[in-house]
């Protein structure tokens, strides 16, 4: 059975195609519930006519249909009235069910089908949520961060949104990321976006001794062997720069390669002539520079051997520190094994250009040290903020060199004879180091030299509160509260 109105319908909306029975301001003509309540039951049912459902059913669609402006709502039109038309719908099917969630005493309302659309999630799949369902109060209960989960909330209804509260801590809202089962490619892309520095896949080779080999060289913390081998390494790190520091000091200075003369007669006069020239081998130096790189070697060709890529060992730039820093004794062996001459840093240039390669031993502790990591990624992360901060103090010492120049050109005695002998004044001004080398004497110079100052402060306190943000944020992703590892 199904009920009709056989009179003419009173609705208060504005249809398109005219207004229904003249009524043009829109008025309220619904009853209220006060009014039905008020009324005998029989009243109710006034104005409509009982007819089969089959017959409602041919009469709606041989009627032409009217769309209410404002909200779209479908009306049939004909024969002088208008009707709405009942649409087909499961609520079964369509889960427009609506759901209570409650979160430590915090309610929120949804309806299913808003959950479902991320059935791989805690709160979309039935038999997972189905745990935390309060039967008593008709609801799902959990006892979470509160503010966190609007926002949780509001990426199952903006479809895939997710943005962390302002008052919410980043790690307390990955922690309910978490909890609620949302997948960690999702969470790693939103650490991404708020500027995680994510931890990368290590690559680990298929062949079983191969693997083990590797990890217990890269990576310390998979075992207590590879802790004591990452120690080991350390300690040869530091053994090597101590020798190439100490070397340097007066009292310890030893020669790195042993001249051997002889006596030769000539013209009845005795000569000393070079017999040869050997390396060093009895120096303490020597003996124990030689440990460190023999390590040095093998431990580079182990993990060559071992990489589970060459071509991305290849590519690191830490790999190439390595062979950097074992290259300056090799070549100074090597040589004397081919040409049978010592040939130490004062014979040649290039000696000079190796033997102070040796200091990129110091960034073979950036492997062992967080610190230094975040040094690193600090600097990589902060390449615009530098590349500006270069720039504002190029431009800096050209203008305030060209001014100090002429302003003291007619100073006798000037420190400042060119504008090119002028830079060097003008970055350690600008840079506020001052070594007092070099400095105006006339007025005009030192109202420039003033200007050079203020300018200078402006030119570092631009970029560097960028540069400390992000060393700020790397090192608490690493060691404080929004640890991502």
Sequence with gaps: MQFINTGTPTIGR?????????????????????????????????GFEVIPTNEFLNRTESRVSLVSEDEGLELSSGDGSSHPVVADHDCV?????????????????TQLKTLNRLPHTLLGNPSIRKQFWDSKHNEYFFDRHRPSFQAILY?????GRLKCPFEVPIDIFINELEFF?????????????????LEKEFLLPENKTLKAIWQLLEQPNSSLGARLMAIVSVAFICLSIAIFCFETVPEYRVDSCVYTYRNVTENNSTKLKLSAVTINFGSHFFILESICVAWFVFELVIRFISCPSRLVFLKSVQNWVDVMSVTPHIVFVVTYCVSGVCMDSSASNALVVLRISRVT????????SRGLQVLAMTLRNSIKELGMFVMFLFLGVIIFSTAMYFSEAHVNYSH???????????IVSMTTV?????FPQGVAGKIVGTFTVLGGILTIALPVPIIVTNFNSLYNAHNGRTSVY
Excluded at 181 to 197: A, V
């Design 434 to 438: 001052g070594y007092g080398d070099m």
């Design 416 to 426: 400042f004879h060119s504008i090119p002998d002028t830079f060097w004044w003008s």
């Design 14 to 46: 504005r249809l398109l195609g005219g207004q229904l029975n003249g009524t043009s301001d829109g008025t309220r003509l619904r009853p209220s519930p006060v009014d039905f309540s008020s009324r005998p039951a029989s009243s109710l049912l006034s």
């Design 155 to 159: 990426y199952y209804q903006s479809g």
């Design 181 to 197: 089962g949302f997948d960690s490619d999702l969470i790693d892309e939103y650490k991404g976006s708020e500027g995680f520095i």
């Design 93 to 109: 099917h369509e889960c427009c069910k609506r759901v209570t969630i409650n979160v430590s005493g915090l309610r929120f309302e």
């Design 361 to 368: 031993r110091v960034l073979k502790l950036g492997k062992h």
